[in-house]
């Protein structure tokens, strides 16, 4: 089970789906505004993301507690591309 404190080494590899729905505290794959590199972010949430009912506002916290959070209202703050669904090491 992936959750707070966790950590993603070198050579982690990554499964995203793009159809799942992200319950809060979800690792997910997302793309601010004005960005052209994909973020790894968590969750955090009252309620659960869905791609036909996504919910406004929610924010998109980073591994790294320095980092400060993504606050997303609408839609064009940030795509959501999918959750994280797997990790292996990749040795």
Not at 10 to 29: E, N
Not at 48 to 67: G, H, Q, V
Request: aromatic share 10%; glycine share 6%.
């Amino acid at each position: 089970m992936i959750g707070p404190g966790d950590s993603f080494p070198p050579g982690t590899d990554m499964i995203f789906d793009p159809d799942r729905a992200i319950a809060p505290g979800d690792y997910l794959l997302c793309l601010p505004a004005n960005s052209e590199t994909p973020m790894l972010r968590r969750l955090q949430s009252n309620f659960a993301y869905l791609r036909s009912a996504p919910r406004y506002p929610f924010k998109l916290i980073a591994i790294n507690p320095d980092t400060a959070p993504l606050f997303v209202e609408t839609a064009e703050d940030c795509a959501i591309i999918g959750r994280l669904i797997h990790t292996m090491r990749n040795w």
